[in-house]
């Protein structure tokens, strides 16, 4: 069975430009969440899908960051403009359901310059 | 507020020398405690999910246990590929459910 797929890898970007993340959940996975870890840091959620509809996006800097899923399937992530402090890994999870056990790709690595 | 905390937040160890990580958690309704693998330049792998005070699960050389306030990661004679940071988070029944709490982290070195 296929991972939770993101792309790109890494990205580096001047401050003040825009930057954008894909994310392909696993099939099937109904639940679809956007996470940042900063270096030394946990993962911290930044918002969560169930289908294509948000559940929760109390966390996410809505002044600069965007985030859609349409169709319920792939997700895009955005931020602009970007600020230094958005350096940081990108990670999307994705689980069967709100409650199920949550599977991550392998993350984003954005350095702003 | 919900928190989890994890300590030491680095740990070396010899190929062999048994030892445990601890996670230590306050939580409005503990939902599941979870613990993930993370190795350099990648992203968190799943290990275990808790759900009640006594429960016990293992895999390899792994063994996670949860009491009310805290849980332990059991690492019994490691070998060099088990070296990463392990990552506990937490889940409560309050608000949108499944979003995770996640602890610093502890990172494992081990040595041959």
Request: a positive charge; glycine letters at 8%.
């Amino acid at each position: 069975e296929a991972g939770v797929a993101q792309s790109p890898r890494y990205k580096i970007i001047e401050k003040r430009q825009s930057v954008a993340f894909w994310c392909n959940p696993i099939s099937g996975h109904a639940t679809l969440y956007w996470y940042q870890q900063i270096l030394g840091q946990g993962p911290k959620l930044l918002i969560q899908f169930q289908n294509n509809g948000v559940v929760d996006d109390s966390q996410l800097p809505k002044d600069r960051f965007s985030a859609e899923r349409l169709k319920g399937v792939d997700s895009t992530l955005k931020i602009q403009p970007a600020k230094l402090e958005d350096s940081a890994v990108y990670l999307c999870a994705s689980s069967l359901s709100r409650a199920e056990t949550q599977y991550f790709g392998p993350g984003t690595r954005l350095l702003v310059l | 507020e919900d928190q989890v905390t994890q300590s030491p937040e680095a740990l070396r160890l010899q190929e062999g020398e048994s030892s445990s990580l601890n996670c230590s958690y306050t939580v409005s309704g503990l939902r599941g405690l979870f613990w993930y693998r993370q190795d350099p330049g990648k992203g968190p792998e799943f290990l275990f999910t808790l759900y009640s005070a006594g429960e016990e699960k293992e895999k390899e050389r792994l063994k996670a246990t949860l009491t009310k306030k805290e849980s332990f990661l059991h690492i019994t004679a490691p070998k060099p590929e088990d070296s990463a940071t392990y990552l506990c988070a937490v889940a409560n029944y309050g608000g949108s459910q499944g979003n995770l709490i996640f602890g610093k982290g502890t990172k494992l070195s081990v040595k041959p």
